[in-house]
């Protein structure tokens, strides 16, 4: 998993709700039996039509949106529980999703693929869609080892919450395999003692 | 102090928790999995050069992409056959049991686990599909994952993990006729709306649940997840238990007397504690169907599109509704409809069948109709045949197919066609689920079966008596 540490972006925004994870990667695009190249088919049915000509107007298309922080509408990544869908994001570039929240699995699932989703209140979500709309190149700086982030314009800085291991996983590009096979002793030790076994 | 059912489960298999974090070392007792979010799991396992653990713990089985006919023969798609080709050689090399295309106890992997006895109250269970809550109506704490989590469970038996917070949903009283699980749990989350129990996993409670059969039961903890919540969960009693019993995994003899002494022990006690507590009336569920494009948007199949919504929520409703092609405030009552599909892990197993059967029994489908019924396992599929279900459903125009996920997510052949309207057995109506276009309509057995006889969408209350 790459390191994560201070990213200074661009966004590109799509406000809109409940973000599905069909959407962001259809499932007939998920056959391939490799976690490469689903990037290709993000938002798929939003960002092409049936002839493959992109859709004017989706903001994937839209030249003046670019960089790597997707900022997007509350509920963001709910439905199936395919990672593909953050495979699919982390592929075509983008490090950071911001949504006022996200659906567990795939907020699970994006920090075990080095994406970091962070949450900020509703109003600061309505405000960065704002911002971006004003100004398309507006600059976000997320900082993870201080866990803040904001945008150098403004005056102040926005803390989000993480969880202090998951945080450390990000930083030095752990994931939780590592440190679940040194467990063995443990696990070992829990599998020999249970009263009850399957 | 008095302990929840969820409680109970969670604390029974922690293995370590982790200091100064909220992480638990989670032991899992039965992982499942299927062709499409394996095979990257498989292959880390091996870049990391790890052992699978505990390879008598998993079970395995084909069934998103699997064809719905002919399966007797090799499978066209060259993507799928691969995907299905590389579970069964991930198998062998790694020694799990499959039942993949041909077994005879294939099927979609929530409705073979519990018909196999494989799931069973008081375990954990995990499989890279959100609709692993399924397996919560046993009184089993189970939860869909990622990828690289089946990567950890193959490698430690465990997940790390954050517990969840606890929500009980109580429903209450005797449910009116035509009004079934299907219509329950859609009418939780329209209440709820999709991301309403984000963060909660859920027990359901209240004597509307207990009336349940467990495919009803199974119907509602199925759908969970289409709220937000990790899990949804029913206390086992005797319907759970008699349920089991004698099923080919299901413990046997003394073992049995064992199992079933401990699964009584797994109920909320008096005074546990949820941090969300919410309580429904069965008296005011009707028939449900589904009007937008998330699980959420749900009314009563005799009322109205809501005119209006919150100001915040109206872009993402504008959109979903023009997806539809429907108006804000109008009836979907004599709305045409071309295809009804019955099938997938929330409505396949044999009482979804009998209940499709016997309303069809001496009646024809429409003829604007395609009425295709995809059973949830090769069971479900022989006992139909030995009920002479497959009979009547021929008769009366609709075709029963070979078991797999199918339409409920087209990544095989059966697909919608862009802008047709199909009203659907299914878990989800999101933009192009059953196909690039296709417009879904979520509702019960029952309603799928009156709406491809009549080839629009009706009242149903006619019919019920």
Redesign the interface.
Same mark, same amino acid.
Do not use: M
């Given at each position: 998993m790459d390191k994560f540490e201070v990213l200074r972006s661009s966004a590109v925004p799509l $406000? =809109?709700?409940?973000i *599905?994870t @069909?959407?962001i990667i $259809?499932?007939?695009f !998920?056959?391939?039996?490799? #976690?490469e190249g689903f990037g290709e088919n993000l938002f798929r *049915?939003w960002r092409y039509d049936?002839e493959g000509n992109p859709i004017e107007g989706f903001a994937l298309n839209d030249s003046r949106y670019s960089g790597k922080i997707l900022v997007a509408?509350?509920?963001f990544g709910?439905?199936?529980? #395919?990672?593909?869908a953050?495979w699919a994001i982390y592929d075509a570039g983008f490090k950071v999703v911001i949504s006022s929240?996200f659906? @567990? =699995?795939f907020r699970?699932?994006a920090l075990?693929?080095g994406l970091l989703p962070l949450v900020v209140s509703?109003e600061m979500l309505q405000r960065l869609f704002v911002q971006i709309e004003k100004d398309p190149t507006t600059e976000l700086i997320v900082d993870l080892p201080a866990q803040e982030f904001y945008v150098p314009l403004w005056e102040e800085r926005v803390s989000f919450e993480i969880? $202090?291991?998951k945080k450390e996983c990000l930083i030095n590009g752990y @994931? @939780? =395999?590592d440190? !679940?096979?040194n467990?063995?002793e443990? =696990?070992e030790a /829990?599998?020999n003692n249970?009263p009850?076994? /399957? | 102090m008095a302990k929840s059912l969820f409680d109970k489960i969670w604390d029974a298999h922690v293995v370590k928790s982790i200091p100064g974090g909220g992480l638990d070392v989670f032991y899992i007792d039965k992982h499942l999995i299927h062709e499409v979010t394996s095979p990257q799991a498989f292959d880390e396992l091996e870049a990391r050069n790890l052992p699978l653990y505990r390879q008598r713990q998993i079970v395995a089985t084909a069934d998103h992409n699997v064809p719905t006919k002919n399966q007797h023969l090799p499978i066209e798609e060259p993507l799928s056959r691969m995907q299905v080709d590389k579970l069964t050689e991930n198998c062998q090399k790694f020694g799990v049991e499959l039942f993949g295309l041909g077994h005879q106890h294939q099927g979609i992997v929530h409705v073979i686990g519990p018909e196999l006895g494989i799931t069973q109250p008081g375990m954990t269970i995990v499989c890279g599909d959100s609709h692993t809550s399924t397996h919560g109506a046993f009184g089993a704490i189970a939860f869909g994952i990622g990828t690289s989590q089946v990567t950890q469970v193959m490698a430690s038996q465990c997940l790390l993990l954050s517990r969840p917070k606890r929500m009980r949903v109580t429903v209450d009283g005797e449910l009116r006729k035509g009004v079934t699980a299907k219509d329950v749990i859609l009418y939780v989350i329209s209440k709820l709306g999709t991301g309403g129990a984000t963060g909660y996993f859920v027990e359901y409670a209240g004597s509307a649940i207990r009336s349940l059969s467990m495919e009803g039961r199974m119907t509602v903890c199925n759908m969970s997840i289409e709220m937000g919540a990790r899990g949804g969960m029913i206390a086992p009693d005797e319907t759970t238990f008699e349920y089991i019993k004698g099923r080919k995994y299901a413990p046997k003899g003394e073992e049995w007397e064992k199992a079933l002494a401990y699964w009584k022990t797994l109920y909320s006690e008096e005074g546990a504690t949820f941090e969300a507590d919410l309580t429904y009336f069965a008296e005011d569920i009707a028939p449900m169907i589904t009007y937008g494009t998330n699980p959420g948007m749900g009314i009563a199949l005799n009322a109205s599109i809501p005119d209006h919504v919150p100001a915040s929520e109206k872009v993402s409703f504008d959109k979903s509704l023009k997806y539809m092609g429907f108006e804000p405030g109008e009836s979907l009552l004599g709305k045409e409809i071309n295809y009804v599909f019955i099938g997938s892990c929330t409505n396949s197993r044999i009482e979804d069948l009998r209940t499709v059967a016997s309303f069809v029994k001496g009646k024809r489908k429409a003829l604007n109709v395609e009425a295709i019924i995809v059973p949830g396992s090769k069971l479900v599929e022989k006992q139909a045949r030995e009920e002479g279900i497959d009979k009547i459903l021929a008769e009366a125009g609709f075709e029963l197919r070979e078991p797999g996920c199918s339409a409920c997510l087209a990544m095989n052949e059966d697909k919608i066609p862009a802008g047709a309207y199909c009203v659907s057995t299914s878990n989800r109506n999101f933009e192009g689920r059953q196909g690039p276009g296709a417009r879904t309509l979520l509702a019960s057995p029952l309603v799928a079966a009156i709406t491809a006889v009549e080839g629009k969408i009706v009242d149903i209350t006619q019919y019920l008596n």
């Open positions: $406000p =809109i709700e409940n *599905d @069909d959407q $259809p499932a007939r !998920l056959k391939a039996t490799s #976690r *049915d049936s509408g509350k509920n709910c439905g199936s529980s #395919r990672e593909h953050a929240y659906a @567990d =699995i699970g699932n075990n693929n509703d969880d $202090p291991y @994931d @939780d =395999i440190f !679940l096979v467990q063995k443990a =696990i /829990y599998e249970r009850w076994a /399957y | -």
